[in-house]
């Protein structure tokens, strides 16, 4: 297998002193093996194969391996569970580079009485869901709509959920990192030896590391601490649809300043029918054409699910008196609008589970859009962050919903609405097994890129094949931040060990090779 640079005896070599840290049964690098590390969503998975993976079950493995690592100048890809499919699964950016797979970490620490969780990274958000029920905890996690993966991989990539709590990495509070040379560090006040207080005050004492470690090739976490909900008294809500696609700007313009207000405290997600369409169907359902799909058959598919063009769920979490109040408030805020169904959800303590990611219970059914398109299905996503603005939000859907048709594509999106943002998550869905189709793909990705580019508007995060061109969008003061990145990968990382190319982060030592 060819390689980027890497050694194929330091690699071997470096195999067998892992299999002595670890022991044989956790070291792979069988054929086999190599694919099951693949981004299994790419349309070629060998340019992002990995050489090999290890598997450490405590944070004294992963400290010998990193060692050995630098030893043999073998570079290193971390995965919490290797689940975020659409962004890469679990390969690598740098072809040949051995995949840290820290799953078999699993240990969960509760703190009933505070909220708090300290998860390892192997803790699924199943994992943790299944620890509160079986231990009676009444503590809620956020859950993504695709639940299988990592807690601590989720928060660490900026992932979101439905929740109050929905902004995952802001609910970060204390990591353990083992550092690109092999050292230990507790950030926060984990700094201080035997801290009661590590997962209850973010900040500690002096500069603060949590974000560091966000989406950086800085060090390997292998303990995050996680700020959970109390179960809420009462879940109430309202679920909105919408007829035209020109409802997204007036729609946007009544939820935002409720937003900055605090009167809603999740971030609702404005999606149009696709969503809906094609996690319960399949294209080849309502057309066998192949081009654009036309709007007979978008009025069907909205017909079959009694859905708007656009659709957006709000709750509150709280007490009755609370939540009683801002639904009468949210209420208020579209009375004589021209809404074209509006759906009450309740639910309130001691009922069943709602089985919602609005109630902290997490789900795997949204997986099933990659099928929209038939054959080895897959997707991938630009999520470009905008003012929270509806003409703006119209503009960049006229603007995006123009590209899709161009590039042949369903039109598949949602808006997310932040504090004080915009989030237009731009969903590509594809057959794998389509080659004229895949040709497409990678054109839209970049035409989308510059489209919001122009605009200035940034992606938040991105698939492995496109860090680098997404790393270039940043580029204030010559690539000032890059430049400030690569300093500190740098002095962190010498040998360039841990995850070369995330994020666009480079060490030098591949820094002239990356093209």
Known sequence: MTTHGIDPAALA???????????AANVFDGEEDRLAYSDHYSPDETRHMPGAAVAPSSVEEVQAIVRIANRHKVPLWPISRGKNFGYGGAAPVLKGSVVLDLSR???????RENGTVLVEPGVGFFDLYDHLQKNGIPLWLSVPGNSWGSVAGNALDRGVGYTSYGDHAARICGLEVVLPEGGLVRTGMGAMQGSSTWQLYRNGYGPGWDTMFCQSNFGIVTKLGLWLMPEPETVLGLDFEF???DDLGWAIDTI???RREGVIQQSPSMGNWLRSAAVMTTREQWTKDKGPLDEKVVTAIRKQFNIGWWSVQVRFFGPAEIT?????????AFDKKPVLAIKEARWKRGDPPEGSPSSGVPVSFPLANANWHGGRGGH???????PPRGDLAMDQFRRTYDLYAKFGMDYHASFAMGDRSLTNVNQILFDRDDPEMMRRVDGFFRALVADAKAKGYGEYRTHIEYMDLVAQTYDYGGHALLRLNERVKDALDPNGIVAPGKSGIWPARYREKKA
């Open 13 to 23: 070599a470096a195999l067998r002193d892992f299999r002595s840290a670890v022991g």
């Open 105 to 111: 970490m699993k240990r969960i620490e509760v703190d």
């Open 243 to 245: 007829d035209k696609p």
């Open 256 to 258: 935002m300043p409720l």
């Open 324 to 332: 009683e109040a801002s639904m009468k408030v949210l209420r208020r």
């Open 380 to 386: 991938t996503g630009y999520s470009p962050v905008l």
